[in-house]
């Protein structure tokens, strides 16, 4: 813009936002650093989500899932997690809009469980399933961990064994070529 126009690049974004954008005149100016409201893109299908932006802080986020994260998706983003202050400011979308939403779908933490039944009553809470997964692997996970400790210890009693005996101690090999707690086979 300086080269062909003659105007500084600063001069220019500030014109922007101080008289073109209509920044300045933005009925959620006042309080957009701590939250912003778009109930008019209020949907059947909500998404609700914290988030942490450039510096850590926490925002609350609630999407209308049928925008697919385009043009309309926002409803609401809300400085931090606290369910009391996120119910208060959703709470001023009016309640005939938030009556007509169906279904949020929200991780597992209780405080976005407890805003959700406050602010949509009507609507299905559903468990988002990358946390069910990952619920169900970590579960996984620990089963397949006790159970390795288990044939570990199993396997050095019958080392010991063999060692009073004076006897050479053979692990049962599996139709893979592995051991219970080692894995020997080749490729």
Known sequence: MEKYFHIKGKTLEEQYVMHLSEFMEWEQLKHAEDWMLFPENIGDNLSIDETSLSQGELYTVLTNKAAKGK???LVAMIKGVRSDNIVSILQKIPQRQRDKVKEVTLDM???????????????????????????????LQSLRISYRWEAIEQENLEIELCKEHN????????????????KIHSV
């Open 109 to 139: 933490a209780a405080t976005m469980g407890k805003i959700v039944r406050k602010c949509f009553p009507k609507a299905q809470l559903v468990t988002d399933r990358f946390h069910v997964q990952k619920l169900a692997y970590e579960a």
């Open 71 to 73: 043009k309309g998706a």
């Open 167 to 182: 006897k050479t101690y053979i692990p049962n090999i599996l139709e893979n070529g592995d051991t219970l707690t080692r």
